[in-house]
């Protein structure tokens, strides 16, 4: 079944502790990257990648870190959480398709994350 | 740079009672058009998307969407709402390069018996 994962889903946490939020996609997509949700914000881009070893910020990039040594991995680094990361976090991926001229994106379940 | 407004954030309504949920973009250049929908604790379904073409959408469980261009909107419409339909809507817009998605605010549709 095509699907992107996430790990984990919930996850409560301190400041300061550094965590990855995992992201998988099984759908070989070249296409990868990370949204979070907020209320009355909807859900906006944090960070994504084009291909393996090219990333590039979104609109609110600031505190995170990302990678992409695989095409199919690309996980979310928050090296020193704080509570304004408190957040629900979708990893989505695509691809470009010629037919239709446009990337359609395929989101994971979220990640909910607390920090305290 | 692209904007998307979605003009309620809540919309009420009663079952089978027919309901639109409005979206604006803002854009100088051409762009793409898709409605999410976000069931209580999932992710996001794809429910429909204008990519070129007729401007009338029809995407799945029953939606539908009028892209207006010269009103830079893209309405989406249920001409009979269920129970199953509560959830909440996202409108969103792309341009070509990056793929990266421009997500309204969101509107909760609550679907009352």
């Known amino acids: 079944e095509a699907q992107v994962t996430q790990n984990p889903r919930y996850l409560i946490t301190v400041t300061g502790k550094k965590l990855t939020v995992t992201c998988s996609q099984n759908?070989?997509?070249?296409?990868m990257s990370w949204y979070r949700q907020d209320p009355g914000l909807g859900l906006r881009q944090i960070y994504y990648?084009?291909?393996?070893?090219?990333?590039d910020k979104g609109d609110v990039p600031e505190g995170y870190k990302v990678s992409r040594k695989e095409k199919r991995n690309f996980p979310l680094i928050l090296e020193s959480p704080s509570p304004n990361q408190t957040s629900l976090y979708f990893c989505?991926?695509?691809?470009?398709?010629?037919?239709?001229?446009?990337?359609?994106?395929?989101f994971g379940p979220g990640t909910r994350l607390t920090v305290t | 740079a692209q904007s998307v407004t979605q003009l309620d954030s809540q919309v009420p309504v009663f079952e089978e009672a027919p309901v639109e949920l409005r979206c604006n973009y803002s854009?100088?250049?051409?762009?793409?058009l898709f409605w999410y929908v976000q069931y209580p604790n999932q992710g996001l379904q794809l429910l429909l998307k204008?990519?070129?073409?007729?401007?009338l959408v029809k995407g799945i469980n029953g939606f539908e969407a009028e892209f207006n261009k010269s009103q830079t909107s893209f309405h989406l419409r249920k001409p009979s709402v269920h129970i199953s339909d509560t959830a909440e809507y996202f409108c969103a817009v792309t341009v070509f390069q990056g793929g990266k998605l421009i997500f309204g605010q969101g509107t909760e549709l609550s679907v009352k018996p």
């Open positions: 990648s084009m291909n393996v070893e090219v990333t």
């Open positions: 854009s100088s250049v051409s762009v793409y």
């Open positions: 204008y990519l070129s073409g007729s401007t």
């Open positions: 989505a991926s695509s691809q470009y398709g010629r037919e239709t001229r446009s990337y359609e994106q395929y």
């Open positions: 759908m070989n997509h070249e296409y």
